[in-house]
């Protein structure tokens, strides 16, 4: 079992920047990937980003946050980090971290992001 939990959300104004932190308790040997999604008020939950856990060089991004966000991740502490730049208004959402083996088999709590116009 491994558990994702969230940190690094907020409240900023457009054109910040936030740093949201996923931190995998557990079995994370066990894991083969580590993503990033989020879930707007109303809508559904979307994909934002996911790096791989051994190979740490394979990351793969949305279109929409291609060249503001970045993933990565600090091994040594069973964490990967999600960096968010250039942040717009429709970035507002409860961003979830998943983890998984064969895909997003575990999923934190998420952590609401809220950027004002």
């Known amino acids: 079992q491994v558990q994702p939990v969230e940190s690094g959300g907020g409240l900023v104004q457009t054109g910040g920047s936030l740093r949201l932190s996923c931190a995998a308790s557990?079995?994370?040997?066990?894991?083969?990937?580590v993503g990033w999604f989020r879930q707007a008020p109303g809508a559904e939950r979307e994909f934002v980003a996911r790096?791989?856990?051994?190979?740490?060089?394979?990351?793969y991004y949305a279109d929409y946050v291609k060249g503001r966000f970045t993933i990565s991740r600090d091994n040594a502490r069973n964490t990967v980090f999600l960096q968010m730049n250039s942040l717009k208004p429709e970035d507002t959402a409860v961003y979830y971290c998943?983890?998984?083996?064969?895909?997003?088999?575990?999923w934190g709590q998420g952590t609401q992001v809220t950027v004002s116009s």
């Open positions: 998943a983890a998984g083996a064969t895909s997003y088999e575990y």
């Open positions: 557990g079995r994370a040997v066990s894991l083969n990937v």
């Open positions: 790096i791989g856990w051994r190979d740490y060089s394979s990351t």
